[in-house]
């Protein structure tokens, strides 16, 4: 029997983070033959994800330049995925999320009439310009997708209120989930942490890098982590910093300098997900990090002004704080005081997965493609 060759595309840490498992299930299934392409934005950081969960790309665009704009990016993209689609020929194209890298494989594919999975679908705020350009490029891959792999109920519905059609979803959980639980798994099993963290402090974690961030809303936020370094003395802060130059270079001008706010370098994988767990409270941008928390029962403050993941609002894991210093530090200081936080969420289930979504979404192709 012939093998249905299943091209997955990726350019960013998150997208490799959450095409991981798909990539290991897939390598081993007798059924489907998988094949990996990068076009590698995030050089040094898909890198380490893909060193850490030991997968490598079977071809390597990498399109990165400095700086570079969305539309010089688009054009690049587009340019070289019609000769590689010609070249593979796969019977379907799997794209994760709302990157400009996932919108364009996903339109080039339909331009040579190769099905299209979309995984993470359903995902909305309703507002096209938060996230920035995430929240259109969703919505464009609704169109184009003939496989709509949902990560939660909410999103499943979202897609039925757009007609799409109910044969064509499956809700699966997060494949982001998949790869969370496997490195909780590898890090209990290791001798020496990743990082060396004060025992005697609580920590924070804060990730702000997005696109929509930039300007204003990036200092803003800086001001609020200056306000509780200043006024909670009992925290350390953490803020890996992105290095695009629009997030480097504000975040090293405000907050160097302060004994208890640490800058490293974007950490490896493995040492993003041991801070999660031993932090106290996160603070961020990042819709990864949002779906992840839960799974070590950590209060997020979101640093956005609308989530197209309200399943952990409603659960009690995330508030949206948006990007107002005030703001930011008031809840942040009564997460920080509530003692009984913690155990109120230790109660409760991650909504956004259980570490199962490759299999689902396996299953669903074998049955569908």
């Not at 999975?117 to 995430?134: C, S, V």
């Not at 996160?282 to 197209?308: C, Y």
Request: charged share 25%; with cysteine; glycine share 6%.
């Amino acid at each position: 029997m012939k093998k249905k060759k299943i091209l997955l595309c990726l350019g960013t840490r998150p997208e490799a983070l959450k095409l991981a498992s798909l990539a290991f299930e897939l390598k081993r299934h007798p059924y489907f033959q998988s094949v990996i392409l990068l076009t590698g934005q995030h050089r040094e950081m898909v890198d380490q994800v893909m060193r850490l969960f030991r997968f490598k790309p079977d071809y390597d665009l990498n399109l990165m330049t400095p700086n570079q704009t969305l539309s010089a990016l688009s054009e690049k993209i587009i340019a070289r995925m019609d000769d590689m689609l010609l070249k593979i020929k796969p019977d379907c194209l799997l794209v994760q999320g709302d990157t400009t890298t996932a919108f364009l494989t996903a339109l080039s594919a339909f331009y040579r009439k190769i099905p299209v999975g979309h995984i993470e679908a359903g995902l909305r705020t309703d507002n096209k310009y938060q996230p920035f350009p995430e929240e259109i490029n969703r919505r464009l891959i609704t169109q184009l997708a003939d496989f709509h792999f949902a990560p939660t109920e909410v999103g499943y519905r979202r897609l039925i209120e757009e007609r799409v059609p109910r044969k064509k979803i499956i809700v699966t959980g997060n494949t982001g989930i998949d790869a969370l639980l496997w490195m909780k798994k590898i890090l209990s099993k290791r001798e020496y942490p990743p990082l060396k963290l004060p025992i005697d402090k609580k920590i924070i974690l804060v990730t702000a890098h997005r696109r929509e961030s930039f300007g204003q809303p990036l200092r803003g936020i800086c001001e609020g982590i200056l306000r509780i370094a200043k006024n909670i003395p009992a925290v350390e802060i953490y803020y890996p910093v992105h290095l695009n130059p629009n997030v480097e270079g504000p975040v090293l001008k405000m907050l160097s300098g302060f004994p208890n706010i640490h800058l490293p370098k974007p950490l490896a994988y493995d040492e993003l997900v041991y801070l999660m767990e031993k932090a106290s409270l996160i603070l961020t941008d990042s819709g990864g990090i949002q779906e992840e928390a839960p799974s070590f029962h950590k209060p997020v403050l979101v640093l956005r002004n609308v989530t197209e993941r309200p399943e952990g609002v409603r659960a009690g894991f995330s508030r949206i704080v948006g990007q107002n210093p005030d703001r930011i530090f008031n809840e942040a200081k009564k997460c920080i005081a509530d003692t009984r936080l913690f155990e109120r969420l230790k109660r409760k289930k991650n909504p956004y997965g259980d570490g199962k979504a490759a299999a689902r979404i396996i299953q669903f192709l074998k049955n569908n493609l």
